[in-house]
């Protein structure tokens, strides 16, 4: 197991290291180039788009979902342990500067991902009972229709339901049950067993009762935790100039906080900042266009602007809310980490470290296990979808009632088990989902510049119409 666990690290300093940083940049400047900036320039559209579909209450729409239903479940997969354990780790390892990174590729990644969302809408099927599918495997079938796109399609499908069916999932209940632990001291196979039974109440209820949680649970849980930093940063007002300063400072010379040469600084920081990055805001990996496949609009490109909003939610606003309150209480003002790791000082422990120093021991402990609670256990409904989509692609809807059991039974185990090497293989199969996805992206990159054109055009009609 050891030596297993030594191949896969390897396996990943390369992907994270190298392969990544070149597909994700290369690939979210291509499409934001191709696409002229669709990010900025359909900023304020996407927003327009998100709010004129929100809802508490979307209802059912026959076989998808309403186009805020559809962001709601995609931002539930985004938003997970990624944005709090993971923002801390990519900042202890890289230095503060890791969270520049992270907000370039999220940039880039708004193109990428809305490049996702438009080839889902335009490649999703309808099966005979009204129930729509969609996402990579259809859209890479479509760029190579022979037997190298049928391969691509199957090995994403396999390192999906792997990555977040199944391991996916044991980490984020992972992260539940240790949240949870340290802070009410209940044990582990006790949250197993209710997070597991809620989420199978949810899975049983298919697309509709998934649909109807995500729409309700993800603006709560958002607005809770971004409410609870606003309270720590405004505690901490007098180091938020030191704070921002620093992000800035170390993305540049990190050396001169994580030590090493300026070469090896740089490298760690990029590449914390890129796989943390994909970790969590998903774009270019292909999990999120399943759900966006669902949605229920007039032209793919309405969708694609709902995408890219998904990530800036996550990125931007809940992920720079952890970065901010962690380097203003812990490395701002000649705190613990100032002049580097400390020890005693884990990525598990610094998001309760830093709300903490605010909120006191007690409070700070517990405020970070409910949103931890409430971000993985999205995460679990969002990524078990993903997951039973490719597991009918490869082996039909006979198959599903198996993938539920094995995806219960894995979400109970995640809470008793704490195991490195399950980590390392779920990062591993997150990262090697990104190589065939990025193919086809690139294959029908004619189709998504196409959409973007048509997109412009209709929206500076309906501006027009409306004005008169």
Avoid at 177 to 195: D, K, L, M, Q, R
Wanted: overall charge positive; aromatic content about 12%; charged content about 10%.
């Amino acid at each position: 197991m050891q030596g297993l666990l030594s191949v896969v690290q390897t396996i990943n300093s390369y992907l994270s290291d190298y392969i990544l940083i070149i597909m994700l940049v290369f690939t979210g400047i291509y499409f934001t180039i191709r696409t002229r900036f669709v990010q900025v320039r359909c900023f304020g559209e996407g927003w327009k788009r998100v709010f004129g579909n929100f809802s508490f209450h979307g209802g059912k729409h026959e076989g998808g979902m309403s186009s805020f239903q559809a962001l709601a479940t995609a931002v539930a997969a985004q938003v997970g342990t990624g944005n709090i354990v993971g923002a801390c780790g990519a900042i202890l390892i890289g230095g503060p500067g890791a969270i520049f990174w992270m907000w370039l590729i999220a940039f880039f990644g708004m193109s990428t991902i809305y490049a996702e969302a438009v080839l889902a809408q335009k490649t999703r099927v309808v099966a005979e009972d009204g129930t729509v599918a969609g996402g990579p495997v259809y859209y890479i079938r479509k760029a190579f229709p022979n037997g190298f796109g049928k391969f691509l399609a199957g090995f994403f499908s396999v390192a999906i339901v792997l990555a977040l069916g199944f391991m996916g999932c044991m980490v984020q209940s992972n992260s539940i049950s240790e949240a949870c632990t340290n802070a009410f001291g209940i044990p582990g196979w006790v949250i197993g067993i209710i997070v597991a039974a809620v989420a199978a109440l949810v899975f049983i209820g298919g697309v509709h009762r998934l649909a109807s949680v995500t729409e309700k649970l993800v603006p709560v849980m958002a607005i809770l935790y971004v409410v609870g930093g606003v309270i720590v940063l405004l505690a901490r007002v007098r180091y938020i100039p030191e704070t921002i300063g620093m992000i800035f400072k170390y993305a540049f010379i990190p050396n001169a906080i994580i030590g090493g040469s300026i070469g090896y600084a740089i490298k760690t920081a990029i590449s914390q900042g890129v796989k943390r990055g994909l970790f969590s805001n998903e774009a270019g990996m292909g999990s999120t266009p399943h759900a966006h496949a669902m949605a229920q609009v007039e032209k793919a490109h309405d969708q694609g602007v709902v995408a890219m909003i998904g990530v800036f939610i996550d990125t931007f606003i809940v992920l720079t809310m952890t970065a901010l309150v962690v380097i203003s209480t812990l490395y701002a003002g000649n705190g613990p980490l100032a002049a580097g790791a400390a020890d005693g000082i884990q990525k598990t422990n610094m998001a309760q470290m830093a709300f903490s120093t605010v909120f006191g021991e007690g409070l700070g402990n517990s405020f970070v296990a409910i949103c931890l609670l409430f971000f993985a256990f999205s995460t679990i409904l969002g990524w078990n979808l993903f997951g039973k989509i490719n597991a009918e692609y490869l082996f039909g809807k006979k198959f599903l009632i198996v993938y539920q059991v094995i995806a219960i039974v894995f979400v109970f185990l995640g809470s008793i088990l704490s195991n490195d090497l399950v980590w390392e293989l779920t990062d591993m199969f997150n990262q090697l989902m990104v190589i065939p996805n990025v193919i086809a992206l690139i294959a029908l990159s004619s189709l998504v510049v196409a959409s973007a054109k048509e997109g412009e055009l209709s929206w500076k009609q309906s501006k027009e119409k409306s004005k008169k």
